[in-house]
C-alpha cells in the first residue's frame, strides 16, 4: 500500500492550519514533533511535464525492450535444449538479465543490425562459446568475446584470399612440428581471423609464409612456448621478419643469391661483392642468349 508524504512550507501549513480553525501557534510544537518523523530513504524529483514525458517513454521502450530479449533468450535456450527456469520480474536474476539486454542491444547497434536479429545471433554466439557452462551470469561476462567472435567470423567471410590464408595455417602446422615436434591443429574457427591478418602482413613484405612464421616461432622458443596468435601479426611481426631474414641470408630474394651466400656460411668459397654476384648473373644470361 501506498504511503503518501508532504513537503509543503512552513507559510503554507500555516495558511491550511487558519482555514481549518486550528491555532497556529502549535506550529512551533508541531515541526518539532514532525522532526524526528522526517523522510530520508525518498526522494523529491520535479521535473518540466516535457522532460517528464520523454523519461517515461524511455522508461516504457527499455521495458519492452527487456520482455522482448526475454522471449528472445528463453527461445534460444529451448532450441539447444538448455534447461532453465524462466526469468521473471521478482526472479533473482532479472537483473543480471537486464545488463545482459543492454550489452546485446550495444552488439546490435554496433554492427547495425535489428534487435530482433542482433540479440539472438548475440544469445547463439554465448551458447557457442560458453557451451556447457552457458548460465546468465556467465553470459553477463561475455561481451568483449562475443562481439571479436563475431567480427572474426565477418572477416573469414570476406577473405579475399582464402587459398593464401590456407597455406599460412599450414605453414603455421609445419613450424609446430619443426619447433615443437607436435602436432596441433586450430580448436577454433574464428581463429582463422588472425591468419589473414598474419598473410596480410606477409603478403605487404613479399615474404614466403613459412619464412614468415619460422621467424615469429624462433623469436618466442626462448619461452619455450608457441607464440600468441596476436604476435603472428603487427608491426612487431614485421620487424622480426626483416631480423630473421638478415641474420639468416635471406634477404637476397634470388636463387643465385641465396644459394651464394648458404656457400659463404659453409665456407664453400670467398666473399665477393654483390655487385660482382650481379655481374656474373648477366654474364650468364648473355651467354645463354648466344646459343
Known amino acids: ?6 513537503h509543503i512550507t512552513r507559510q ?28 530520508k530513504n525518498r526522494v523529491q524529483v520535479t521535473t518540466k511535464a516535457k522532460a517528464k514525458k520523454k523519461s517515461d517513454r524511455s522508461v516504457e521502450s527499455d521495458t519492452q525492450l527487456l520482455e522482448k530479449f526475454n522471449g528472445i533468450y528463453q527461445s534460444c535456450l529451448v532450441s539447444h ?3 532453465s527456469m524462466t526469468i521473471g520480474k521478482m526472479s533473482p536474476q532479472f537483473l543480471t ?10 552488439f546490435s547497434d554496433l554492427n547495425n543490425m535489428g534487435y530482433e536479429t542482433g540479440m539472438r545471433l548475440y ?39 582464402s587459398d593464401g590464408t590456407d597455406d599460412t595455417v599450414t605453414a603455421w602446422v609445419q613450424c609446430v612440428k619443426v619447433f615443437y615436434h607436435t602436432s596441433i591443429v586450430l580448436e577454433d574457427d574464428a581463429q582463422r581471423a588472425h591468419f589473414i591478418h598474419a598473410r596480410e602482413d606477409a603478403d605487404s613484405l613479399q615474404a ?20 600468441a596468435f596476436t604476435q603472428l601479426y603487427g608491426d612487431n611481426a614485421k620487424l622480426i621478419y626483416k631480423i630473421f631474414m638478415t641474420k639468416n641470408h635471406k634477404d637476397n630474394k634470388t ?37
Open 1 to 6: 500500500m501506498r504511503n503518501p508524504a508532504i
Open 255 to 291: 636463387k643465385e643469391e641465396q644459394e651464394y651466400f648458404t656457400k659463404v656460411k659453409n665456407n664453400e668459397t670467398t666473399i665477393k661483392t654483390k655487385t660482382a654476384v650481379e655481374e656474373a648473373r648477366v654474364k650468364q644470361a648473355r651467354l645463354c642468349g648466344s646459343v
Open 81 to 83: 535444449s538448455i534447461k
Open 208 to 227: 614466403e609464409y613459412y619464412d614468415w612464421m619460422a621467424a615469429q616461432f624462433e623469436k618466442w622458443s626462448y619461452l619455450n612456448t608457441l607464440p
Open 97 to 106: 538479465l537486464k545488463e545482459v539486454c543492454f550489452a546485446a542491444k550495444e
Open 12 to 39: 503554507n501549513l500555516s495558511t491550511i492550519l487558519t482555514e481549518l480553525g486550528v491555532d497556529i501557534k502549535i506550529i512551533p510544537e508541531l515541526m518539532l514533533k514532525a522532526r524526528k518523523y522526517s523522510i
Open 123 to 161: 544469445v547463439e554466439i554465448g551458447i557457442k562459446l560458453l557451451g556447457n557452462k552457458f548460465g546468465i551470469y556467465r553470459l553477463k561476462s561475455q561481451a568483449l568475446k562475443i562481439l571479436e567472435y563475431y567480427q572474426a567470423k565477418a572477416l573469414i567471410a570476406s577473405d579475399k584470399d
